[in-house]
């Protein structure tokens, strides 16, 4: 597999995501998101945080399997 090249963190998050990246507007977002007392945010971002650092954990193990070959 060949080594990506990114120029921009945009460009990255679109490959990622395989869709163009927008931030989200104000009224998109969860309330607890806007305001931490609104609710209980772990229940809300842990599950977002878990599946970022398993994506990490993935592109890692990639990167290391590319240099051992």
């Known amino acids: 597999m060949a080594s990506m ?18 931030p989200f507007r104000q009224n998109e977002l969860h309330p607890v998101i806007c ?3 609104d609710g209980d945010s772990d229940e809300y971002l842990l599950p977002i945080v878990l599946a970022d650092l398993h994506y ?3 592109l890692n ?6 240099e051992t070959s």
Do not use: G, H, V
């Open 5 to 22: 090249i990114f120029f921009s963190p945009d460009s990255e998050l679109e490959y990622a995501l395989k869709e163009a990246w927008k």
């Open 61 to 66: 193990a990639l990167y290391l399997d590319n």
């Open 56 to 58: 990490c954990n993935f």
């Open 35 to 37: 305001n931490p007392t």
